[in-house]
Protein backbone atom coordinates (compact mmCIF):
# COMPACT_ATOMS: atom_id res chain seq x y z
CA UNK A 1 0.00 0.00 0.00
CA UNK A 2 1.31 3.33 -1.12
CA UNK A 3 2.18 5.72 1.49
CA UNK A 4 0.45 9.07 1.55
CA UNK A 5 3.22 12.02 1.70
CA UNK A 6 3.37 14.65 4.73
CA UNK A 7 2.55 17.43 4.72
CA UNK A 8 5.61 19.85 4.37
CA UNK A 9 6.72 22.17 7.35
CA UNK A 10 7.37 25.16 5.21
CA UNK A 11 7.50 27.06 1.70
CA UNK A 12 9.72 25.34 -0.08
CA UNK A 13 12.76 27.25 -2.47
CA UNK A 14 11.49 26.86 -5.81
CA UNK A 15 12.44 29.76 -7.64
CA UNK A 16 15.92 29.99 -9.70
CA UNK A 17 17.44 33.87 -10.89
CA UNK A 18 15.67 33.14 -14.12
CA UNK A 19 12.32 33.05 -12.17
CA UNK A 20 12.63 35.34 -10.38
CA UNK A 21 14.06 37.90 -13.36
CA UNK A 22 10.91 36.97 -15.52
CA UNK A 23 8.05 37.79 -12.45
CA UNK A 24 9.47 41.19 -12.14
CA UNK A 25 9.21 41.18 -15.35
CA UNK A 26 6.08 39.90 -16.25
CA UNK A 27 4.09 42.24 -13.60
CA UNK A 28 5.39 45.26 -15.06
CA UNK A 29 4.18 43.92 -19.03
CA UNK A 30 0.91 43.26 -19.13
CA UNK A 31 -3.52 44.92 -20.62
CA UNK A 32 -2.00 48.15 -19.05
CA UNK A 33 0.43 48.84 -21.80
CA UNK A 34 -0.93 46.53 -24.91
CA UNK A 35 -4.39 48.53 -24.20
CA UNK A 36 -4.56 51.48 -21.83
CA UNK A 37 -1.43 53.28 -23.46
CA UNK A 38 -3.73 53.80 -26.41
CA UNK A 39 -6.51 55.39 -24.34
CA UNK A 40 -4.02 57.71 -22.47
CA UNK A 41 -2.49 59.01 -25.43
CA UNK A 42 -5.93 59.83 -26.39
CA UNK A 43 -6.75 61.63 -23.16
CA UNK A 44 -3.39 63.75 -22.65
CA UNK A 45 -1.65 63.63 -26.14
CA UNK A 46 1.64 61.61 -26.94
CA UNK A 47 3.30 64.09 -24.64
CA UNK A 48 0.92 63.74 -21.82
CA UNK A 49 1.24 60.08 -21.82
CA UNK A 50 4.86 60.13 -22.13
CA UNK A 51 5.16 62.57 -18.72
CA UNK A 52 2.54 60.89 -17.05
CA UNK A 53 3.92 57.14 -17.50
CA UNK A 54 7.86 58.79 -16.85
CA UNK A 55 6.70 60.24 -13.90
CA UNK A 56 4.50 56.88 -12.18
CA UNK A 57 7.29 54.78 -14.12
CA UNK A 58 9.85 56.77 -11.86
CA UNK A 59 7.94 56.19 -8.66
CA UNK A 60 7.81 52.66 -9.10
CA UNK A 61 11.65 52.52 -9.98
CA UNK A 62 12.18 54.08 -5.72
CA UNK A 63 9.13 51.88 -4.89
CA UNK A 64 10.91 48.75 -6.04
CA UNK A 65 14.19 49.35 -4.36
CA UNK A 66 13.07 50.23 -1.31
CA UNK A 67 11.14 46.64 -1.63
CA UNK A 68 14.53 45.16 -3.02
CA UNK A 69 16.36 46.47 -0.20
CA UNK A 70 13.20 45.04 2.70
CA UNK A 71 13.09 41.82 0.46
CA UNK A 72 16.70 41.08 0.51
CA UNK A 73 17.51 41.47 4.20
CA UNK A 74 14.47 39.80 5.10
CA UNK A 75 12.67 37.43 2.20
CA UNK A 76 9.60 36.47 2.96
CA UNK A 77 6.17 35.17 1.34
CA UNK A 78 4.47 37.70 3.85
CA UNK A 79 5.93 40.68 1.92
CA UNK A 80 4.52 43.77 2.99
CA UNK A 81 2.26 42.58 5.66
CA UNK A 82 5.42 41.34 7.41
CA UNK A 83 7.39 44.20 6.48
CA UNK A 84 4.55 46.99 7.66
CA UNK A 85 4.07 44.74 11.30
CA UNK A 86 7.70 44.44 12.00
CA UNK A 87 8.57 47.91 11.23
CA UNK A 88 5.63 50.08 12.01
CA UNK A 89 2.22 48.19 13.88
CA UNK A 90 0.96 44.83 14.26
CA UNK A 91 -2.23 46.44 13.24
CA UNK A 92 -0.68 48.40 10.16
CA UNK A 93 0.93 44.97 8.98
CA UNK A 94 -3.03 43.35 9.73
CA UNK A 95 -4.56 45.82 7.55
CA UNK A 96 -2.15 45.81 4.60
CA UNK A 97 -1.88 42.38 4.60
CA UNK A 98 -5.68 41.88 4.38
CA UNK A 99 -5.93 44.62 1.87
CA UNK A 100 -3.49 42.89 -0.32
CA UNK A 101 -4.98 39.75 -0.29
CA UNK A 102 -8.22 41.28 -1.03
CA UNK A 103 -6.55 43.30 -4.17
CA UNK A 104 -5.32 40.24 -5.75
CA UNK A 105 -8.54 37.50 -4.87
CA UNK A 106 -10.37 40.28 -7.04
CA UNK A 107 -7.60 40.98 -9.69
CA UNK A 108 -8.42 37.34 -10.29
CA UNK A 109 -12.21 37.61 -11.01
CA UNK A 110 -11.35 40.65 -13.38
CA UNK A 111 -9.13 38.38 -15.13
CA UNK A 112 -11.38 35.75 -15.84
CA UNK A 113 -13.56 38.40 -16.83
CA UNK A 114 -11.09 39.63 -19.26
CA UNK A 115 -10.29 36.48 -20.21
CA UNK A 116 -14.10 35.35 -21.60
CA UNK A 117 -14.28 38.62 -23.71
CA UNK A 118 -10.81 38.05 -25.59
CA UNK A 119 -11.66 34.71 -26.45
CA UNK A 120 -14.90 35.41 -27.93
CA UNK A 121 -12.50 36.68 -30.57
CA UNK A 122 -12.27 33.22 -31.70
CA UNK A 123 -15.40 31.65 -30.57
CA UNK A 124 -18.16 34.64 -30.34
CA UNK A 125 -20.93 32.20 -29.65
CA UNK A 126 -19.18 29.84 -26.80
CA UNK A 127 -20.43 29.96 -23.29
CA UNK A 128 -18.68 32.67 -20.68
CA UNK A 129 -19.06 30.62 -17.70
CA UNK A 130 -17.80 27.48 -19.30
CA UNK A 131 -13.94 29.81 -20.43
CA UNK A 132 -13.81 31.12 -16.75
CA UNK A 133 -14.70 28.15 -15.33
CA UNK A 134 -11.61 26.55 -17.61
CA UNK A 135 -8.77 29.55 -16.47
CA UNK A 136 -10.16 29.18 -13.34
CA UNK A 137 -9.09 25.06 -13.60
CA UNK A 138 -5.16 25.91 -15.03
CA UNK A 139 -4.70 28.91 -12.79
CA UNK A 140 -5.39 26.59 -9.82
CA UNK A 141 -3.83 23.92 -11.66
CA UNK A 142 -0.37 25.16 -11.65
CA UNK A 143 -0.61 27.00 -8.33
CA UNK A 144 -1.51 23.32 -6.42
CA UNK A 145 0.94 21.78 -8.62
CA UNK A 146 3.85 23.52 -6.69
CA UNK A 147 5.61 26.85 -6.48
CA UNK A 148 7.97 25.87 -9.52
CA UNK A 149 4.47 25.50 -11.40
CA UNK A 150 3.50 28.91 -10.93
CA UNK A 151 7.64 30.46 -11.48
CA UNK A 152 7.58 28.13 -14.62
CA UNK A 153 4.37 28.75 -15.94
CA UNK A 154 5.20 32.83 -15.50
CA UNK A 155 8.65 32.21 -17.05
CA UNK A 156 6.64 31.55 -20.24
CA UNK A 157 4.36 34.21 -20.01
CA UNK A 158 6.97 36.83 -19.53
CA UNK A 159 8.93 35.77 -22.49
CA UNK A 160 5.68 36.12 -25.01
CA UNK A 161 5.00 39.23 -23.92
CA UNK A 162 8.88 40.48 -23.91
CA UNK A 163 9.48 39.05 -27.46
CA UNK A 164 6.40 41.11 -28.57
CA UNK A 165 7.03 44.66 -27.04
CA UNK A 166 10.89 43.62 -28.17
CA UNK A 167 9.59 43.40 -31.92
CA UNK A 168 6.70 46.01 -31.43
CA UNK A 169 9.94 48.67 -30.98
CA UNK A 170 11.90 46.86 -34.15
CA UNK A 171 8.93 48.11 -36.52
CA UNK A 172 8.33 50.96 -34.49
CA UNK A 173 11.93 52.27 -35.06
CA UNK A 174 11.74 51.32 -38.77
CA UNK A 175 8.93 52.49 -39.45
CA UNK A 176 9.35 56.08 -37.78
CA UNK A 177 12.29 56.90 -39.96
CA UNK A 178 10.57 55.67 -43.15
CA UNK A 179 12.15 52.44 -43.62
CA UNK A 180 9.07 50.21 -43.40
CA UNK A 181 5.34 51.26 -43.43
CA UNK A 182 5.63 54.50 -45.97
CA UNK A 183 7.36 57.93 -45.44
CA UNK A 184 9.27 58.70 -42.41
CA UNK A 185 6.58 60.55 -39.98
CA UNK A 186 9.43 62.42 -37.52
CA UNK A 187 7.39 64.24 -34.76
CA UNK A 188 4.89 65.19 -36.61
CA UNK A 189 1.94 64.11 -33.81
CA UNK A 190 3.54 65.70 -31.17
CA UNK A 191 2.96 68.89 -33.02
CA UNK A 192 -0.65 68.45 -33.91
CA UNK A 193 -3.03 71.55 -32.73
CA UNK A 194 0.29 73.37 -31.48
CA UNK A 195 1.24 70.82 -29.19
CA UNK A 196 2.05 67.28 -27.72
CA UNK A 197 -0.26 68.10 -24.28
CA UNK A 198 -3.84 67.36 -24.79
CA UNK A 199 -6.65 67.80 -22.48
CA UNK A 200 -5.21 69.99 -20.07
CA UNK A 201 -4.24 69.42 -16.22
CA UNK A 202 -6.92 66.86 -15.17
CA UNK A 203 -6.79 64.85 -18.58
CA UNK A 204 -3.24 64.54 -17.13
CA UNK A 205 -4.14 63.47 -13.71
CA UNK A 206 -6.88 60.69 -15.38
CA UNK A 207 -3.68 59.22 -17.25
CA UNK A 208 -1.57 59.75 -14.31
CA UNK A 209 -3.60 57.14 -12.88
CA UNK A 210 -3.75 54.68 -15.61
CA UNK A 211 -0.22 54.73 -15.49
CA UNK A 212 -0.21 53.72 -12.09
CA UNK A 213 -2.85 50.52 -12.89
CA UNK A 214 -0.70 50.07 -15.63
CA UNK A 215 2.77 49.34 -13.72
CA UNK A 216 0.88 47.60 -10.24
CA UNK A 217 2.23 43.93 -10.23
CA UNK A 218 5.73 44.75 -10.28
CA UNK A 219 5.79 44.63 -6.33
CA UNK A 220 5.19 40.79 -6.59
CA UNK A 221 8.69 40.07 -6.56
CA UNK A 222 8.43 41.02 -3.16
CA UNK A 223 6.39 37.74 -2.12
CA UNK A 224 8.44 35.49 -4.46
CA UNK A 225 11.51 36.33 -2.46
CA UNK A 226 10.09 34.56 0.24
CA UNK A 227 10.65 31.49 -2.12
CA UNK A 228 13.35 31.93 -4.06
CA UNK A 229 16.49 29.73 -4.23
CA UNK A 230 19.17 32.51 -3.38
CA UNK A 231 16.97 36.08 -2.14
CA UNK A 232 20.75 37.72 -1.43
CA UNK A 233 21.76 37.22 -4.97
CA UNK A 234 18.53 37.25 -7.08
CA UNK A 235 16.20 39.61 -5.70
CA UNK A 236 19.03 42.52 -5.72
CA UNK A 237 19.57 40.78 -10.02
CA UNK A 238 15.87 41.47 -10.74
CA UNK A 239 15.32 44.98 -8.47
CA UNK A 240 18.27 46.36 -10.45
CA UNK A 241 16.70 45.78 -13.99
CA UNK A 242 13.48 47.77 -13.27
CA UNK A 243 14.98 50.65 -14.35
CA UNK A 244 15.66 49.68 -17.46
CA UNK A 245 12.51 47.85 -18.03
CA UNK A 246 10.58 50.74 -16.97
CA UNK A 247 12.36 53.03 -19.61
CA UNK A 248 12.56 50.46 -22.32
CA UNK A 249 9.13 48.63 -22.44
CA UNK A 250 6.71 51.26 -21.04
CA UNK A 251 8.55 54.52 -21.70
CA UNK A 252 9.99 53.89 -25.33
CA UNK A 253 6.63 52.08 -26.43
CA UNK A 254 4.58 54.70 -25.42
CA UNK A 255 7.03 57.31 -27.43
CA UNK A 256 6.54 54.83 -30.44
CA UNK A 257 2.85 54.83 -30.45
CA UNK A 258 3.00 58.84 -29.80
CA UNK A 259 5.29 59.17 -32.79
CA UNK A 260 3.23 56.77 -34.91
CA UNK A 261 -0.46 56.87 -34.22
CA UNK A 262 -2.18 60.58 -33.84
CA UNK A 263 -3.74 61.12 -30.69
CA UNK A 264 -7.19 62.38 -32.83
CA UNK A 265 -7.05 58.36 -34.08
CA UNK A 266 -10.68 57.49 -33.45
CA UNK A 267 -9.71 53.89 -32.00
CA UNK A 268 -7.88 54.83 -29.43
CA UNK A 269 -10.10 56.59 -27.63
CA UNK A 270 -11.57 52.71 -27.97
CA UNK A 271 -9.03 51.05 -26.23
CA UNK A 272 -10.22 48.69 -23.90
CA UNK A 273 -10.53 44.60 -23.49
CA UNK A 274 -14.23 44.71 -25.20
CA UNK A 275 -12.38 45.18 -28.99
CA UNK A 276 -8.60 43.64 -29.75
CA UNK A 277 -8.87 45.57 -32.84
CA UNK A 278 -7.99 48.96 -31.07
CA UNK A 279 -4.96 48.10 -29.21
CA UNK A 280 -2.22 50.25 -30.46
CA UNK A 281 0.37 47.65 -31.32
CA UNK A 282 -2.70 46.30 -33.17
CA UNK A 283 -2.57 49.46 -35.01
CA UNK A 284 1.09 49.86 -34.98
CA UNK A 285 1.37 46.52 -36.44
CA UNK A 286 -2.01 47.10 -39.35
CA UNK A 287 -0.06 49.95 -40.36
CA UNK A 288 3.04 48.38 -41.25
CA UNK A 289 1.15 46.21 -43.38
CA UNK A 290 1.15 43.20 -40.95
CA UNK A 291 -2.40 41.67 -41.44
CA UNK A 292 -2.19 38.71 -38.85
CA UNK A 293 -1.88 41.58 -35.87
CA UNK A 294 -5.02 41.19 -35.07
CA UNK A 295 -5.23 37.91 -34.24
CA UNK A 296 -1.18 37.73 -32.84
CA UNK A 297 -2.07 40.65 -30.48
CA UNK A 298 -5.31 38.99 -29.11
CA UNK A 299 -3.23 35.50 -27.77
CA UNK A 300 -0.27 37.81 -26.86
CA UNK A 301 -3.03 39.78 -24.49
CA UNK A 302 -5.33 36.63 -23.09
CA UNK A 303 -1.58 35.11 -22.31
CA UNK A 304 -1.07 38.85 -20.28
CA UNK A 305 -4.26 38.59 -18.60
CA UNK A 306 -3.92 34.31 -17.87
CA UNK A 307 -0.19 35.95 -16.26
CA UNK A 308 -1.64 38.66 -14.06
CA UNK A 309 -4.47 36.40 -13.16
CA UNK A 310 -1.68 33.53 -11.86
CA UNK A 311 0.58 36.16 -9.93
CA UNK A 312 -2.48 37.38 -8.36
CA UNK A 313 -3.31 33.53 -7.52
CA UNK A 314 0.21 33.00 -6.16
CA UNK A 315 0.94 36.53 -4.28
CA UNK A 316 -2.35 36.74 -2.29
CA UNK A 317 -1.84 32.78 -1.59
CA UNK A 318 1.22 33.27 0.24
CA UNK A 319 -0.12 36.56 1.70
CA UNK A 320 -3.00 34.95 3.50
CA UNK A 321 -0.67 31.94 4.47
CA UNK A 322 1.90 34.30 6.08
CA UNK A 323 -0.77 36.05 7.68
CA UNK A 324 -2.25 32.44 9.13
CA UNK A 325 1.62 32.06 10.47
CA UNK A 326 1.48 35.35 12.56
CA UNK A 327 -1.86 34.62 13.78
CA UNK A 328 -3.72 37.26 12.07
CA UNK A 329 -5.65 34.77 9.70
CA UNK A 330 -7.58 31.51 10.50
CA UNK A 331 -4.60 28.84 11.61
CA UNK A 332 -5.79 26.37 9.24
CA UNK A 333 -4.60 28.35 6.17
CA UNK A 334 -0.89 27.85 7.16
CA UNK A 335 -1.68 24.02 6.14
CA UNK A 336 0.90 22.73 3.57
CA UNK A 337 0.36 19.86 1.19
CA UNK A 338 3.23 17.32 0.38
CA UNK A 339 4.78 19.92 -2.10
CA UNK A 340 5.03 22.88 0.23
CA UNK A 341 1.95 24.68 -1.54
CA UNK A 342 -0.50 26.14 1.13
CA UNK A 343 -3.15 24.46 -0.15
CA UNK A 344 -5.99 25.82 2.07
CA UNK A 345 -4.87 29.78 1.54
CA UNK A 346 -5.42 28.75 -1.83
CA UNK A 347 -8.62 26.67 -2.20
CA UNK A 348 -10.02 30.10 -0.32
CA UNK A 349 -8.66 32.35 -2.39
CA UNK A 350 -9.65 31.25 -5.46
CA UNK A 351 -13.08 30.56 -4.34
CA UNK A 352 -13.56 34.20 -3.20
CA UNK A 353 -12.32 34.65 -7.13
CA UNK A 354 -15.02 32.93 -8.76
CA UNK A 355 -17.67 34.11 -6.44
CA UNK A 356 -16.21 37.78 -7.33
CA UNK A 357 -16.66 36.89 -10.73
CA UNK A 358 -20.29 35.52 -10.40
CA UNK A 359 -21.50 38.75 -9.08
CA UNK A 360 -21.36 39.73 -12.93
CA UNK A 361 -24.41 37.36 -13.33
CA UNK A 362 -26.28 39.10 -11.56
CA UNK A 363 -28.54 42.56 -12.91
CA UNK A 364 -26.10 44.57 -14.79
CA UNK A 365 -23.20 43.68 -12.72
CA UNK A 366 -22.88 46.54 -10.36
CA UNK A 367 -21.40 44.95 -7.74
CA UNK A 368 -18.68 43.39 -9.45
CA UNK A 369 -17.48 46.58 -10.80
CA UNK A 370 -17.59 48.65 -7.59
CA UNK A 371 -15.32 45.16 -6.27
CA UNK A 372 -12.75 46.22 -9.36
CA UNK A 373 -12.67 49.89 -8.61
CA UNK A 374 -12.29 49.34 -5.09
CA UNK A 375 -9.09 46.64 -5.75
CA UNK A 376 -7.54 49.35 -7.83
CA UNK A 377 -7.13 51.72 -5.20
CA UNK A 378 -6.04 49.14 -2.99
CA UNK A 379 -3.14 48.87 -4.98
CA UNK A 380 -1.63 52.21 -4.61
CA UNK A 381 -1.98 51.65 -0.50
CA UNK A 382 0.35 48.45 -1.18
CA UNK A 383 2.84 51.22 -2.50
CA UNK A 384 2.34 53.62 0.31
CA UNK A 385 3.29 51.17 2.51
CA UNK A 386 6.49 49.85 1.02
CA UNK A 387 7.51 53.28 1.22
CA UNK A 388 6.44 53.78 4.79
CA UNK A 389 7.88 50.42 5.72
CA UNK A 390 10.93 50.95 4.04
CA UNK A 391 11.43 54.43 5.37
CA UNK A 392 10.46 53.07 9.07
CA UNK A 393 13.11 49.93 8.25
CA UNK A 394 16.43 52.26 7.47
CA UNK A 395 15.66 54.53 10.35
CA UNK A 396 15.31 51.93 12.86
CA UNK A 397 18.10 49.86 11.40
CA UNK A 398 20.77 52.95 11.87
CA UNK A 399 18.53 53.87 15.98
CA UNK A 400 20.13 50.31 16.89
CA UNK A 401 23.66 51.06 15.93
CA UNK A 402 23.61 48.79 12.99
CA UNK A 403 26.14 49.42 9.84
CA UNK A 404 24.52 50.43 6.18
CA UNK A 405 27.44 48.71 4.60
CA UNK A 406 26.03 45.20 6.22
CA UNK A 407 23.00 45.39 3.92
CA UNK A 408 23.01 42.84 1.02
CA UNK A 409 21.21 45.23 -1.02
CA UNK A 410 21.24 49.31 -0.87
CA UNK A 411 18.30 51.00 -2.55
CA UNK A 412 20.00 54.42 -3.38
CA UNK A 413 18.63 58.08 -2.73
CA UNK A 414 17.69 57.28 0.66
CA UNK A 415 15.55 58.99 2.00
CA UNK A 416 13.92 60.70 -1.49
CA UNK A 417 13.28 57.99 -2.71
CA UNK A 418 10.33 56.56 -0.16
CA UNK A 419 9.14 60.12 0.44
CA UNK A 420 9.13 60.79 -3.30
CA UNK A 421 6.93 57.45 -3.69
CA UNK A 422 4.70 58.11 -0.90
CA UNK A 423 4.14 62.14 -2.09
CA UNK A 424 3.42 60.74 -5.37
CA UNK A 425 0.95 58.12 -4.29
CA UNK A 426 -1.10 60.55 -2.60
CA UNK A 427 -1.39 62.37 -5.29
CA UNK A 428 -2.93 59.13 -7.38
CA UNK A 429 -4.98 58.73 -4.76
CA UNK A 430 -6.55 61.90 -4.26
CA UNK A 431 -6.90 62.18 -8.52
CA UNK A 432 -8.62 58.82 -8.41
CA UNK A 433 -12.11 60.67 -8.72
CA UNK A 434 -10.84 62.52 -11.70
CA UNK A 435 -13.00 65.53 -10.50
CA UNK A 436 -12.45 67.59 -13.68
CA UNK A 437 -15.50 66.47 -15.57
CA UNK A 438 -19.02 65.29 -15.04
CA UNK A 439 -18.44 63.72 -11.67
CA UNK A 440 -19.85 60.06 -10.86
CA UNK A 441 -20.70 59.60 -6.87
CA UNK A 442 -21.43 56.42 -7.90
CA UNK A 443 -18.20 55.98 -8.95
CA UNK A 444 -16.42 57.70 -6.87
CA UNK A 445 -17.88 56.03 -3.91
CA UNK A 446 -16.56 52.57 -5.23
CA UNK A 447 -13.33 53.78 -5.94
CA UNK A 448 -12.69 55.54 -2.42
CA UNK A 449 -14.33 52.67 -1.10
CA UNK A 450 -11.05 50.79 -0.15
CA UNK A 451 -10.15 53.99 2.00
CA UNK A 452 -12.16 54.06 4.91
CA UNK A 453 -11.84 50.35 4.85
CA UNK A 454 -8.33 49.84 5.25
CA UNK A 455 -8.60 52.22 7.88
CA UNK A 456 -11.44 50.87 9.56
CA UNK A 457 -9.22 47.44 9.80
CA UNK A 458 -6.51 49.11 10.93
CA UNK A 459 -7.88 51.26 14.00
CA UNK A 460 -9.70 48.22 14.79
CA UNK A 461 -7.43 46.04 15.02
CA UNK A 462 -5.62 48.77 16.83
CA UNK A 463 -8.10 49.20 19.57
CA UNK A 464 -8.91 45.47 19.95
CA UNK A 465 -5.66 43.86 19.96
CA UNK A 466 -4.30 47.73 22.06
CA UNK A 467 -1.74 47.75 18.89
CA UNK A 468 0.76 50.39 19.21
CA UNK A 469 3.59 51.68 16.48
CA UNK A 470 6.77 49.89 17.59
CA UNK A 471 9.66 52.35 18.77
CA UNK A 472 12.62 52.46 16.45
CA UNK A 473 14.63 50.83 18.83
CA UNK A 474 12.32 48.12 19.59
CA UNK A 475 11.88 46.93 15.63
CA UNK A 476 12.67 43.44 15.29
CA UNK A 477 15.74 43.08 12.72
CA UNK A 478 17.25 39.42 13.88
CA UNK A 479 14.44 36.86 13.70
CA UNK A 480 14.63 34.88 10.45
CA UNK A 481 16.98 37.27 8.66
CA UNK A 482 18.79 35.35 6.63
Known amino acids: MRRKKAPATSLKPSFKARHMTMIALGGSIGTGLFLASGGAIA ?19 FLMTSLGELATYLPDSGSFSTYATRFVSPAFGFAVGWNFWYNWAVTIAAELAAATVIIKFWFPDSPSFLWSLLFLGIMFGLNALSAKGYGESEYWFSIIKVVTVIIFLIVGVMMIFGILGGEAVGFSNFNMDGGSMHGGFFALVGVFMAAGFSFQGTELIGVAAGESENPRQNVPRAIRQVFWRILIFYIFAILVIGLLIPYTHPSLLQSGVGDIGVSPFTLVFEKAGLAFAASVMNAVILSSVLSAGNSGMYASTRVLYAMAKQGMAPKWLSRLNSRGVPIAALIVTSSVGILAFLASFFGDGVVYIWLLNASGMCGFINWLAIAVSHYRFRKAYEAQGRDLKDLPFRARWFPFGPIFAFLLCLVAIIGQGNFGG ?45
Request: aromatic share 18%; charged share 10%.
Open 438 to 482: ETDWYTIFATYFSIPLFLAIWFGYRLVKKSKIVPLQDCDLSTNIQ
Open 43 to 61: AAGPGGALLAYSAVGLMVY
